[in-house]
């Protein structure tokens, strides 16, 4: 399963890249927003550190404008995935951006319906928002599920891009459906390496070794 980060902010991209856990980048206008930076400035920036698709959104509504921001977001590295929303005049700035060969993420996905008709339009990624859906009192992964069925029934090699990942469980449940990616917050990646088991444990290690004199350096 590949991992991308949700986020705009640099540091946090390259603390996590250097681990190897940056297969990807994915940001949207709120990202933007809060790491305060310019969008193009930011996502060159990002381009420059992270070899995979860097998803930059486009924030005009009619699919026209979407089309042009969309080639001008391209125009900024080879590795930009335009994020379009799921919407009709989305679908059409996909359909297009796709045939003219660049990578398209289609964004704020809340239906297996609507991930159907992205796959046709041709998107490369489709983004399902779990966490958005269960501060709805609705199931997520049930989602995440409905699309890896259809889309494994019918070939589409438009890849699931999990979103709105808010816990660790999101993403142990995520990889055991076989969402193709995970997009999540720095934070969320970064918990993965926690269980209070290792930590106990280390303790009783630190401990023995202090009474043991154990010295290795
Ligand atoms: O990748 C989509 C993500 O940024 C939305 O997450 O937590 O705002 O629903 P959230």
Redesign the pocket.
Known sequence: MKFFV?TAEIAEIAELNDLGMVDGV?T?P??IMKSGRDILEVTREICDLVSGPVSAEVVATEAEAMIAEGRKLAAIAENIAVKVPLTWDGLKACKVLSDEGRMVNV?LCFSANQALIAAKAGARFI?P?I??LDDINLDGMDLIRDIRVIYDNYGFETEVLA????SVNHVLESARIGADVI?A?PAVIRKLADHPLTDQGLAQFLKDAAQARITIL
Do not use: E, K
């Not at 979103?163 to 808010?166: G, N």
């Open positions: 949700d994915t949207n709120s990202l964004t983004s928002f966490g958005r979103a709105s990942i808010r997009t917050p």
